[in-house]
């Protein structure tokens, strides 16, 4: 069905599209500091697409992270429910939506908050990101991740502060400044986003510009197999080399503190129903958490 709500995702493509939003994308310009490419990701904290490819961006930080440096920008996919006159008209209508997307990508997400707590708008968490990064763009990471995994496991309504103000504490940010920053200068970063998103030509989530030192850009737009990803860093710099993991389940929950079976999946190499089994193992022997959603569980080590 042709909608113009940007939560009604389009698996096929997997893009959350937005509404109004006109095609091409102009070249976005960078300044490499650190490293070899430069990944500006446009994205937004309630984007179904953007979880769906957690498993593909996290395996491309492990194999390539000596040469990528991600900066995350957000894209403001739902302003309020009452901007666009057509397509789905209420929190309700998406709720079977991310049921469906959630079996797509492989990737656990309950649809159900949005008939037990419906989210207004994504502004707000994605305001709080914004608050996050200006205290620490690693914290700010994995701010992100906990959020999303409120939302999509856990059906919490990540606009609610007591909710952004416990992922803050359980990521180590300070949450009085967190608090402070998001309802003052966190507003104007987050208005700049928007603006450079407009300028670019960004029309939907997850759109990623890979570019190098030299200038050069590729892009990937929607939830792509990994292969994709991979291949944006390669053409930029052919001779990139893999850095060689241990895929333990020990090393791989090390480096990542929760993991989907997907992600468990793309990470070691193993197929979903051998991963399934291995972490089920691991969870019996009490080695590891396990959180079971309506759609996947999220296991955590202990």
């Excluded at 500006?40 to 593909?56: L, V």
């Excluded at 104007?188 to 759109?207: M, N, W």
């Excluded at 929607?222 to 994709?228: D, I, V």
Aim: with cysteine.
């Amino acid at each position: 069905m042709k909608t113009n709500n940007p939560l009604l995702c389009d698996p096929e493509t997997g893009v959350c599209e937005m509404p109004g939003r006109t095609g091409g994308t102009a070249a976005i310009a960078v300044n490499n500091e650190s490293k070899p490419v430069k990944i500006i990701y446009f994205t937004d904290p309630i984007c179904s697409s953007c979880w769906g490819i957690e498993p593909q961006l996290r395996k491309l930080k492990m194999e390539y992270g000596s040469y990528i440096e991600i900066e995350y920008r957000m894209g403001g996919l739902l302003p309020d429910w009452s901007y666009n006159s057509g397509g789905i008209s209420k929190p309700a209508d998406v709720a079977h939506h991310w049921d469906e997307v959630s079996q797509y990508y492989q990737m656990p997400i309950d649809g159900d908050v949005w008939l037990e707590d419906p989210l207004p708008s994504s502004y707000p968490p994605s305001i709080a990101f914004k608050a996050a990064q200006m205290q620490d763009e690693e914290k700010a990471q994995l701010f992100m991740r906990r959020i999303r995994e409120m939302v999509f496991l856990e059906k919490k309504n990540i606009t609610k502060w007591e909710y952004l103000g416990q992922a803050a504490m359980e990521t180590g940010l300070d949450t009085a400044r967190l608090k402070t920053d998001f309802k003052t200068s966190a507003v104007q970063r987050f208005q700049e986003d928007l603006g450079i998103a407009r300028k670019y030509g960004v029309r939907g989530f997850p759109t990623l510009f890979v570019t190098s030192n030299s200038g050069h850009q590729e892009m990937v737009y929607g939830a792509k197999p990994y292969a994709s990803f991979e291949n944006s860093i390669l053409k930029l710099v052919p001779d990139a080399q893999k850095t060689t993991s241990d895929h333990s389940w020990e090393a791989l929950f090390r480096q990542f503190r929760t993991l989907t079976t997907r992600e468990f999946a793309e990470l070691s190499g193993q197929t979903i129903p051998q991963s399934g089994a291995i972490l089920e193992d691991l969870a019996n022997k009490k080695l590891l958490e396990k959180f079971n959603s309506k759609n996947g569980p999220l296991w955590t080590r202990k």
